[in-house]
């Protein structure tokens, strides 16, 4: 995806980049290219791959809710900041945390915010099911893209989410996750809102987003130790 399809691409999905936010994503992907020489970052390092499977697909969050209407977001799993610093460069408005577990990526996220000078973003070094029961119902949404499980992902990050906000999975082919969700949404207070399947640009592969609303107060037994939710998944 060259630039100009790029740009291109996000109009389709209302999205309108300024010449600042071009250079930020521009430097950021020098950063990624260059701090992937010495860590394990992506395996994808092409320009045009980049900004189609790593830029632009983190923007197809806006398809599912208005990243405008929101104030703070969680990216689980963020590994090199996809789609968590995509979004704070592009929504500026958004209060967003980055959460993983590799101390090292935090590391480079941490060099990618001083870079670009972002603010109201932080990059955080903690396992998910801990981070979600030390921050309780302070997040508007939470998101993970490509991490684990849809069961597994909403136990995980589900006490962070605020009461009436949406956990969304990113994903590619989901429909057998969604099918046996019923069990797991019902013991963690929550209801499948809706999916939207659409497929990347140029390349054609499968997108589905995932939203999920928290209806009420999630019970104190979750989210159980990853060790538990590994072996048994609600």
Do not use: W
Request: neutral net charge; glycine residues 2%; hydrophobic residues 40%.
């Amino acid at each position: 995806m060259s630039e100009i399809e790029f740009l291109n691409a996000l109009k389709d999905i209302n999205i309108i980049l300024t010449n600042d936010q071009l250079e930020q994503l521009n430097t950021y992907y020098e950063l990624l290219i260059e701090y992937n020489k010495v860590m394990n970052l992506t395996g994808i390092t092409d320009k045009k791959d980049v900004y189609l499977k790593h830029f632009y697909d983190s923007l197809t969050l806006n398809k599912i809710i208005d990243l405008t209407s929101i104030d703070t977001l969680c990216d689980i799993g963020t590994g090199a900041g996809f789609p968590g610093v995509v979004l704070k460069i592009v929504f500026p408005n958004l209060k967003i945390t980055l959460v993983d577990s590799l101390n090292k990526r935090i590391n480079f996220l941490n060099t990618v915010i001083d870079n670009l000078k972002l603010e109201n973003i932080e990059a955080i070094h903690e396992r998910a099911e801990v981070f979600s029961i030390n921050n309780i119902e302070k997040y508007d949404v939470i998101t993970a893209r490509a991490v684990a499980k849809l069961n597994i992902l909403l136990e995980l990050s589900v006490q962070a989410i605020k009461i009436n906000g949406y956990f969304i999975a990113m994903k590619s082919n989901v429909e057998e996750e969604i099918n046996n969700i019923d069990k797991t949404l019902e013991k963690l207070k929550c209801k499948f809102i809706n999916k939207i399947e659409f497929k990347l640009p140029i390349e054609n592969s499968n997108r589905t987003l995932v939203r999920i609303e928290k209806l009420d107060k999630t019970p104190s037994t979750y989210p159980r130790k990853f060790e538990q939710i590994k072996k048994k998944p609600l």
